[in-house]
C-alpha cells in the first residue's frame, strides 16, 4: 500500500498560529501531527507516503528529512494549492495499479487504517471514505446498508434519502479514480466523487464512532485534541495508571497572568493542568521557561512542584497538585509567632533556591532577560511604576527624562553588592504555597540570575501580607544569619542592596497592581496599592528624600493624591 498525506493548505482558520508553524507540524501530546499520521500508516503495512507542501513548506520538508522511518517518504511541492483532487493527481507518478490510501494532515483520529484498507479491498468500490457522526460537519448522505449516494450543498434544494454524515478526511481510492481529475488545476475530490456517482458507480462508507475522530482546524477544536491526549499521558506518568473515563474539571483562580489553571481529578487523585495557549512565537517562551526553570530546580532539590508532562506548542504543562494553601492565608489566621516561624522557613528554602538554582543554570532558559541587571530594572520597574501607576492610574503626566537621574542612580546601587544566585523575581505570598507543613514556590517562569537580596525584599515588603517593619527587620536578621553560615559576605553591603531592592521590587509592584487593576480590569488589586504606596514611602524616608529627591516628591504628591498618611 501507497499512501498521500494531504498537508499543503495554510491553515486559515488557526491563524496567527499557521503564521509560523505550518498546521501538519502542530503537536499533539508533544508530538507533531505529521510524525503521528506517518506511524500510524507504517503501523498499516504502508510501504511509501508521499506528502504535498506549500504553506511553509520548508519546514515540513526540514521536519521530515530529520526523521527516520521504515518506510520511504517523500514530499511535493506545489507552488500553487491545487485542493484535494488536484494534489492527488499531481502525483499520479507515484501511484501504482494497487489501491492507495489518502489522510488529511488536520486530523486526530484513533481509527485502524488496516482495516479500513482491507474493506475497502473486500469491495474494490472506486473508492472507500471514512465517515462519523459529527452534526457541526455532516454532509455524506448514506444509505442503510453503508454505500454513499450522495453529498449536500446547502444551495442545493434536494438530496437523495439517507443519513447524513461527515467526511474524516480519510480515504481509499483505486487508480481509476485520477481519470475524473483533470491536470495542473484546482480540483476538489468531493467533485471527482460527484462525478463517479453520476456515472451509476458506488462509493463505500467506513462509518467509525466520532470519539475516534477529531478536527483539529480550529483554534478550539485544537485544544480539544491536545488536552484529551495530553491528559493521559500525564495522569500515567503521574499515578502509573491510565485515568479512567470519569474526569472531573475545576477551573481554578489565577492572579495576574493570563494563563489558565485547571485541576483535573480522576480515580481521587488530581493533577494540575496549566494551559498558556498555543504558541505564537518561535522565539523561547514563557512555558518554555516554564518547564525548563521548573524541571532544572525539581532535580536542584528546590521545593518545587513536579511536571509530569507538557506539550509547548500547544501551551499545556500538568503537574503536581499543591492544594489550594497559599502563604497569604496562612499569615492572616496565625500569631505572629508562629507567622516569623513559617517565614523563617520560606527564609531558609529561597537561601536553597538562589544556590542550588543557581548550580547547572543555563542563561538560554529565560524568555525574558537571563539576569536582573540595569536595563531590567529601568524598563520593567522603574517605568512601569511611571506609566502604569503614574500616569496610567492615577492619571499624572510625568515624563520619564524628569526621573531618569533618579532611576539610574537607584539602578546602580541596587546591583552595588549583590549576593548572586538564581532568583525566583516574583516571591510574594500567593506564589508560595503549603502542602502537609510543607513550602513550596510556583510561577517561577520569570527566574533568572540575579541578588538574593531581591527575593527577600519581594517576600518581606509584599504587600498582600503587609508585615510589620518589626517582623521585617527580625527576619532579614535571621536571613543573615543563615547566610553566614553558608557563605561568607558584608552584611553592611548585602543589607545596602537589600535596602535598594526593596525600591525596585516596590515600583514594580506598583507598576504592576495600576496595570492589572486598570488595563486588564482586575479590579481586586487595587485594594493592595495603598499598602505598596506605604512601603515605598517608608523605605524612601528611611534612605533620606535627598537621595532620590524627585522620585520622593512624587511619592509624597500620590500621598496626598491618595490621602495615604
Excluded at 262 to 284: F, P, S, W
Excluded at 332 to 352: P, R
Excluded at 530 to 541: E, G, H, T
Aim: glycine share 6%.
Amino acid at each position: 500500500m501507497k499512501a498521500m498525506i494531504l498537508a499543503a493548505g495554510y491553515g486559515t482558520r488557526l491563524r496567527p498560529y499557521t503564521d509560523h508553524t505550518p498546521k501538519p507540524l502542530f503537536t499533539i501530546a508533544g508530538r507533531p501531527l505529521l510524525d503521528m499520521i506517518i506511524d500510524q500508516l507504517q503501523k498499516a503495512g504502508c510501504e511509501a507516503v508521499i506528502v504535498n507542501t506549500h504553506h511553509l513548506h520548508h519546514k515540513v520538508e526540514a521536519f521530515l528529512a530529520s526523521q527516520k522511518y521504515n518506510l520511504e517518504v517523500y514530499t511535493r511541492f506545489e507552488p500553487q494549492i491545487l485542493g484535494t483532487g488536484g494534489a492527488i493527481k499531481n502525483v499520479a507518478d507515484f501511484w501504482d495499479k494497487e489501491p492507495f490510501m489518502v489522510v488529511n494532515a488536520d486530523i486526530v483520529a484513533d481509527i485502524d487504517l488496516t482495516e479500513v484498507y482491507n474493506t475497502h479491498c473486500r469491495h474494490h468500490p472506486p473508492a472507500t471514505l471514512v465517515l462519523c457522526d459529527d452534526p457541526a460537519f455532516n454532509s455524506v448522505v448514506v444509505n442503510q446498508n453503508k454505500w454513499i449516494t450522495g453529498f449536500s450543498n446547502p444551495a442545493d434544494g434536494s438530496l437523495p434519502s439517507g443519513d447524513l454524515l461527515t467526511f474524516t478526511g480519510i480515504q481509499v481510492w483505486e487508480p481509476q479514480v485520477l481519470d475524473y481529475i483533470p491536470q495542473n488545476t484546482f480540483y476538489s475530490s468531493i467533485d471527482a466523487f460527484k462525478k463517479i456517482l453520476a456515472d451509476g458507480e458506488r462509493l463505500r462508507a467506513f462509518i467509525t464512532p466520532k470519539r475516534r475522530w477529531q478536527d483539529i482546524g480550529t483554534p478550539q477544536s485544537y485544544r480539544q485534541a491536545a488536552i484529551k491526549k495530553a491528559f493521559p499521558k500525564a495522569y500515567q506518568s503521574a499515578f502509573a495508571s491510565p485515568p479512567g473515563d470519569q474526569i472531573h474539571w475545576e477551573k481554578l483562580k489565577g492572579d495576574g497572568s493570563e494563563r489558565q489553571w485547571h485541576r483535573l481529578t480522576a480515580a481521587n487523585q488530581a493533577l494540575i493542568m496549566v494551559d498558556h495557549g498555543i504558541r505564537q512565537t518561535e522565539a523561547v517562551a514563557e512555558i518554555d521557561s516554564f518547564v525548563h526553570l521548573g524541571r532544572h530546580l525539581y532535580r536542584q532539590g528546590v521545593s518545587v512542584p513536579k511536571i509530569y508532562f507538557h506539550d509547548t506548542f500547544s501551551g499545556l504543562v500538568f503537574l503536581q497538585d499543591l492544594g489550594d494553601v497559599h502563604l497569604q492565608q496562612t499569615v492572616q489566621s496565625e500569631d505572629d509567632l508562629t507567622v516569623i516561624g513559617l517565614y523563617k522557613s520560606v527564609i531558609e528554602q529561597i537561601i536553597k533556591l538562589s544556590r542550588n538554582g543557581a548550580d547547572k543554570f543555563d542563561r538560554n532558559w529565560t524568555y525574558q532577560t537571563p539576569e536582573y541587571d540595569q536595563a531590567l530594572i529601568l524598563e520593567k520597574e522603574c517605568r512601569y511604576f511611571l506609566t502604569a501607576f503614574l500616569n496610567g492610574y492615577l492619571g499624572f503626566k510625568q515624563a520619564f527624562e524628569d526621573f531618569e537621574a533618579d532611576f539610574r542612580s537607584l539602578a546602580d546601587k541596587a546591583l552595588q553588592y549583590p549576593t548572586m544566585g538564581f532568583m525566583h523575581r516574583d516571591m510574594q505570598s500567593r506564589n508560595i504555597m503549603i502542602k502537609d507543613r510543607k513550602i513550596y514556590f510556583i510561577d517561577f517562569q520569570g527566574g533568572r540570575m540575579g541578588p538574593i537580596q531581591y527575593d527577600l525584599a519581594s517576600l518581606l515588603i509584599d504587600p498582600y501580607v503587609e508585615l510589620p517593619h518589626a517582623i521585617q527587620t527580625q527576619l532579614i536578621d535571621y536571613s543573615l544569619q543563615k547566610l553566614s553560615s553558608v557563605s561568607e559576605f558584608n552584611s553592611e553591603n548585602f543589607l545596602s542592596c537589600y535596602h535598594y531592592c526593596k525600591l525596585t521590587r516596590n515600583l514594580q509592584i506598583l507598576g504592576a497592581y495600576a496595570y492589572l487593576s486598570k488595563a486588564k480590569g482586575k479590579r481586586y488589586f487595587e485594594s493592595y496599592i495603598p499598602a505598596a504606596v506605604r512601603s515605598l514611602k517608608s523605605n524612601l524616608d528611611a534612605g533620606g528624600q535627598k537621595e532620590f529627591p524627585t522620585l520622593s516628591a512624587i511619592v509624597q504628591k500620590v500621598c496626598r493624591h491618595m490621602k495615604i498618611d
